[in-house]
């Protein structure tokens, strides 16, 4: 089975703070990818990638930063976090070999006060 | 215009209702379609895909009609465990494109 895990399912930080979220696959897959997810507004994609060292923009990067050093892992960075990035976040990971199915990670929660 | 359009309900619906949802796409280039199930505060799961020529899995019955844009999600003799959020997913080139999802609640 997939795997996809997410390093916290809460997390409450201070506006201002720079926020961690970490994601890790253990199935070897090239693509990796960060959603947010907010009522009414589904899913919305930050930042994707589809190899090591290698990062796309998605539809919202804004205020947002990733890292991809190891193929396993795929980190989403928040560099001054802000109330309005208080939301759900899920990572989500595909293989080139099926490659449009995506595994989910259990989410993240986060809440900036 | 949004990629994907979906009905967000809610539908309720009693036990051993049939039920069916669509979901429009704008892009007619997009070649690979997905419905998900998520349940309250979890992650979005695999469906089932949609082929053109249509593909059941037990009580779900998934079609894709490319001439008109849209998917679509037929459930039979539904069960209280099909509660949940069913969202549509389209694939246009590299890109996933989600729908916001349909809230289905099953009442005993």
């Known amino acids: 089975d997939v795997k996809v895990t997410q390093s916290s399912r809460y997390l409450v930080k201070r506006t201002g703070e720079k926020v961690f979220l970490e994601c890790v696959q253990d199935m070897d897959h090239e693509n990796m990818f960060w959603y947010r997810q907010d009522p009414g507004l589904g899913l919305r994609l930050i930042y994707f990638?589809?190899?090591?060292?290698?990062?796309e923009k998605g539809d919202i990067p804004e205020g947002y930063s990733v890292s991809r050093e190891k193929k396993e892992r795929f980190s989403l960075i928040l560099e001054s976090a802000s109330t309005n990035q208080t939301s759900m976040y899920l990572c989500a990971s595909s293989g080139d070999k099926a490659k449009n199915i995506q595994y989910f990670g259990a989410g993240t929660r986060l809440s900036v006060l | 215009r949004k990629e994907v359009e979906q009905d967000p309900g809610p539908f309720n619906v009693p036990e051993g209702a049939t039920v069916a949802f669509n979901c429009t796409y704008s892009n007619s280039a997009s070649q690979s379609f997905f419905w998900y199930r998520q349940d309250c505060r979890k992650e979005p799961k695999l469906l089932m895909s949609?082929?053109?020529s249509g593909n059941e899995d037990g009580r779900f019955t998934a079609q894709l009609n490319r001439a008109s844009q849209y998917i679509s999600l037929l459930i039979r003799d539904s069960k209280l465990s099909d509660s949940a959020t069913y969202l549509c997913?389209?694939?246009?080139?590299?890109?996933?494109?989600f729908g916001t999802g349909t809230s289905l609640t099953v009442i005993p």
């Open positions: 949609v082929y053109s």
């Open positions: 990638s589809y190899d090591v060292k290698m990062k």
């Open positions: 997913v389209v694939t246009t080139g590299n890109q996933f494109y």
